[in-house]
């Protein structure tokens, strides 16, 4: 009976180990691949636990193995069949199976596609809405003097001073535009004569600001009562500064 030659534990099958000590470095040769079936069970055993089963198996067929740290390229057998996914990573809930084009906001206040702000063409182009909100206004009114129900009265209320806040706020913007070009029109007027043109800080414009309310206010006789209110006010921020009787 043939006797094939049993390698010592540590060392893989049908590979080449050098004997380590030996004074003329001779190597010893292991069982070949073909001559695994002349073995017997006890030296199958043994080639079993040193080299892993895993990698007996895989000599035995005849292949090589993977290298480590390597993982196998997965690759798609059939181009129709489905793609192998990798069973490490987890399944997200909802599979994406058809491509979707992501959906971008646009913002027509930020973008360029909606062209520049112009507060005098945006008056021309949408002046009809201030006729508009004065016809709303009126049916307000006019709801709020017939309404005999407390809480809805209140909503309305509420809505008629808001919207005559809105139309006290459009006014004094709408000034202030047409204080803003008519400084304009001085310094085109000033660059024509060949003088150097001035621009105005915020504080001077605040003050030019007082003087047309201060004008606007004596024109319509309230000028006494808005410095009354101004006077109180200031009187009550000054009380509050004084210190009090507990912390003298």
Known sequence: MRRAVVRRPGAAAGCRV???????????????????????????????????????????????????????????????????????????????????????????????????????????????????????????????KKCRNMEQKEKLQQLLNRMTQQEQAQKKQQKQRERELTLKRQQRELAKQGKKPFFLKKSEKRKLELAEKYAELKRSGKLESFLNKKRKRNAVKDKRRLPTQKNL
Do not use: W
């Not at 043994?46 to 067929?61: E, F, I, V």
């Not at 480590?68 to 987890?90: D, F, H, I, T």
């Open 18 to 144: 050098g004997s380590g000590g030996g004074a003329g470095g001779e190597e010893e040769t292991g069982p070949e691949l073909g001559d695994e079936a002349d073995l017997s069970l006890e030296e199958r055993l043994r080639m079993q636990n040193a080299a892993g089963t895993r990698a007996c198996r895989h000599l035995s067929d005849g292949k090589k193995t993977a290298t480590p740290g390597r993982a196998p390229v997965k690759q798609q057998l059939n181009k129709k069949g489905p793609v192998e996914m990798s069973a490490k990573k987890p399944m997200p809930f909802l599979r994406q199976v058809v491509p979707v084009t992501k959906k971008v906001h646009r913002d027509p206040r930020f973008d360029d596609l909606s062209g520049e702000y112009n507060p005098e063409i945006f008056m021309k182009t949408y002046g009809f809405l201030d006729t508009i909100k004065k016809q709303e206004k009126e049916m307000v009114q006019k709801q709020l």
